[in-house]
């Protein structure tokens, strides 16, 4: 069986250009709002959604260009919500060193 990159090329057969399986990286978005950041894990949570409106557009849509475009576009979507993520943790970690770093100097002796 081939796997088939629909930026190089298509497969076509009897029901046309047919879609890789999509990534959805919705439930990790919304964890990252939860216990990361929370603007970023919201931006993420959006791009998570057009990413997902995207793909299902993609899956009904009946012409094979159109599909693939479709389906491109979700997939940077997609990326873009990665991105939020992996900025949202990032920023966790920022944050609890920064926490960490106020303990140790005794800055926050008077609020623990």
Known sequence: MEILDPQVNRSYGQY???LPPHNNRMAMSIICT???CLVGGII???YSAKSNEL???ATVASDDSLKQ???LQSEQKN???RTWIIISIIYLFLEVIFFILL???GVLEDYL
């Open 16 to 18: 046309g250009f047919i």
């Open 44 to 46: 993420a949570i959006v």
């Open 69 to 71: 475009s479709l389906y």
């Open 79 to 81: 990326r873009t919500a």
């Open 55 to 57: 793909y299902t557009s």
């Open 103 to 105: 303990v140790a100097l």
């Open 34 to 36: 939860i216990v990361c």
